[in-house]
């Protein structure tokens, strides 16, 4: 198993960034390159350059700010394990925005890190723009 990270600072508290962290089916607001993105009971379907994947979520935590999901089904024929994490800490007046990763097989690492670390800067832009 592969774990990275994507992180940033954002100058608003925490709770105004987890208040769009924490919708499930908001990616489609602010995310790079998400065309759709639609929620049918706990799993999201995203569409994204002509592809689809669905993404399951195993855990929203209000009190600690963390939202965790899975891709559960993709074109990635070789995807055998994914979890994901956003976590929106305190920092100073503002926030940290942590997007962890576990990917099995070790390769799809490169694939999703630079994904995430693109959408954090978004989620930036977004929230102070």
Known sequence: MADGKAEISIDRNPDE????????????????????????GDVRTIGMMGIEVKEQLRDLDDSARRVSYSV?????????????????????SGSHVTWSVEVVPDD????????????????????EG
Do not use: Q
């Open 17 to 40: 960034v987890w208040k769009l962290v924490r919708e499930f089916g908001g990616l489609a607001g602010w995310m790079p390159g998400v065309e759709s993105c639609t929620v049918d």
């Open 108 to 127: 799809l690492l490169a694939l999703f890190v630079p994904i995430y670390e693109g959408s954090v800067v978004e989620l930036k832009k977004k929230i």
């Open 72 to 92: 559960i089904e993709s074109p990635m024929g070789n995807l055998e394990s994914h979890l994901a994490t956003i976590a929106v800490d305190p920092e100073g």
